[in-house]
Structures are given as C-alpha cells and as structure tokens.
C-alpha cells in the first residue's frame, strides 16, 4: 500500500525525490505520515483539501479489499 501511496504523491509533486513515507501500526490502524517538498504542499492538499481526501479514499479502499479489519490514515507532515 505503501507502494501506491509512493506513485500517486511523486506522480503530482514537482520534486519527487523530496517526498517521504514513514509508516506506522498500531491496534489495526495504518498510518502514513507524508511528507514532501514545502511548495508542493498545495498540490497534495488540492482545492479545499479534495486531492488529499481522494489519497486517503483510494488507500481505505485498498486497505478494504484486502483486510476489512484495518484501518487507514494519510498525514500530510510539514517539511523541515
């Protein structure tokens, strides 16, 4: 999952090699903390917050058609 998450973000940004993944488990919640680029931040946010709610939507998705037990969740971090 953590693959597709990889290929939707670095397909938007425009520098890609800044982005990064932390995944984290626990109690049946899957959580990916994102980070990317400073000025890319609008584009994965989108117009009122619609890119990053579709991100999130196709993982529960995925996350649904493999494990009904897990959940999902895609933190946008801000850049240092």
Not at 24 to 47: C, H, P, Q, R, Y
Not at 56 to 74: D, F, S
């Amino acid at each position: 999952m953590q693959e597709l998450l990889e290929y939707i973000v670095k397909s938007l940004v425009s520098k890609p090699e800044e982005v990064k993944i932390e995944e984290e488990t626990s109690e049946g919640m899957l959580n990916f903390n994102l980070t990317v680029a400073l000025e890319d931040m609008g584009l994965i946010i989108g117009k009122a917050g619609n890119t990053i709610k579709s991100i999130r939507r196709l993982l529960v998705t995925r996350a649904m058609a493999e494990n009904n037990n897990l959940r999902v969740n895609v933190s946008l971090v801000e850049s240092k």
